[in-house]
């Protein structure tokens, strides 16, 4: 058995933008939080989905054609293989589901470490 996460508590403990820290694990992926502000870089995931749902703030999700905005309460899932970058003129607080290993850039040589919180 395990316990209920609280997420308001996990993101309260994040001092940085784009330091994604995993909070759970689930069917062999890393359920994340992570806070940021600004613009994270261009870049694409090969072999997987990505999965934003915001719960605080709002973001901005640019495509090489088109920019959609994700608000409080919305979620969108960026298909396998298209180039996106995720921004936020104001904070924004957003959970992650990734496969374990799934380096956030795409890129394991420019990728953040996942610590646990």
């Not at 921004?87 to 496969?99: D, G, K, M």
Request: proline share 9%; glycine share 6%.
């Amino acid at each position: 058995m395990t316990s209920p996460v609280n997420l308001s508590g996990k993101l309260g403990q994040i001092t940085k933008h784009w330091d994604p820290h995993v909070v759970a694990d689930y069917n062999e992926n890393d359920v994340m939080v992570v806070k940021f502000q600004g613009a994270f870089p261009f870049h694409l995931h090969a072999n997987t989905d990505d999965f934003f749902l915001v719960l605080k703030g709002e973001m901005v999700m640019d495509f090489q054609d088109e920019s959609h905005t994700v608000k409080a309460g919305e979620m969108i899932v960026v298909p396998q293989g298209v180039t996106h970058r995720p921004r936020a003129e104001n904070e924004c607080e957003v959970p992650l589901i990734e496969p374990k290993g799934e380096p956030n850039t795409g890129d394991p040589a420019t990728a953040a470490a996942k610590p646990s919180l």
